[in-house]
């Protein structure tokens, strides 16, 4: 089972600053199957980015994902207000799914 | 458009059986390629898949939960039961269900599109 560990566990940043959130496999994972999630209180959990670098329907291009092999960033530019949220990633390719423990994104 | 809806009870005892269900709207669930799968919240706690289905039927589970659950699909019905047998307090969560799809070229989806998820709490 692939081991998904994020950091940092939380951050509190400006709006207009840039954010990079970290998520890190215990094993290598096709860059393929990499997915990050948006998850506010309340709210369904939203669909980030897929194939680590690929922007979901509808995601504004402030956001970015990169990475290979055990490491993979997200970045999110130029932050907004409605940027607080939980950050997810998560490797989907091969059962189980797993998730990494999330990155709590405060907007000051 | 792509809907998913879950229901179930809000209110379980230790030991008793839980049995969720996930409407879809928008797609069939046997289309080729389609998958539907259940994940969960625990309070304060991170996201944990645990179970999924697809179109041909092949499932796939957690294996720190496998031995206690059974997920199922009524393509009449366009509904994907999900059910976890002697359930503690520790099953405490939000339950989500979330579609996925695989392309042409045989490469799985990410969880595209979730329902708004259904609280469950397990008393002991």
């Known amino acids: 089972e692939i081991v998904v560990t994020q950091s940092p566990g939380a951050l509190s940043l400006s709006p207009g600053e840039r954010a990079t959130l970290s998520c890190r496999a215990s094993q290598s994972v096709d860059s393929t199957y990499l997915g990050w999630y948006q998850h506010k209180p309340g709210q369904a959990p939203r669909l980030l980015m897929y194939?680590?670098?690929n922007r979901a329907t509808g995601i504004p291009d402030r956001f970015s994902g990169s990475g290979s092999g055990t490491d993979f960033t997200l970045t999110i530019s130029r932050l907004e207000p409605e940027d607080s949220a939980v950050y997810y990633c998560q490797h989907y390719g091969n059962s189980p799914y797993t998730f990494g423990q999330g990155t709590k994104l405060e907007i000051k | 458009q792509i809907t998913l809806k879950e229901s179930g009870p809000t209110l379980l005892k230790r030991t008793q059986t839980l049995t969720l269900t996930c409407t879809v709207s928008?797609?069939?669930?046997?289309?080729?390629?389609?998958?539907v799968g259940w994940i969960r919240q625990p309070p304060g706690k991170a996201l944990e898949w645990i179970a999924l289905i697809y179109w041909d039927d092949d499932k796939r589970y957690s294996p720190s939960l496998e031995r206690r659950l059974t997920i199922t699909k009524d393509t009449a019905k366009n509904q994907v039961v999900l059910t976890k047998t002697n359930v503690d307090p520790a099953d405490t969560a939000t339950y989500y269900c979330a579609h996925r799809q695989t392309d042409s070229y045989g490469r799985v989806g990410p969880f595209d599109i979730w329902g708004q998820g259904t609280m469950v709490t397990v008393s002991s």
């Open positions: 194939g680590s670098s």
């Open positions: 928008g797609f069939s669930l046997t289309n080729p390629g389609v998958g």
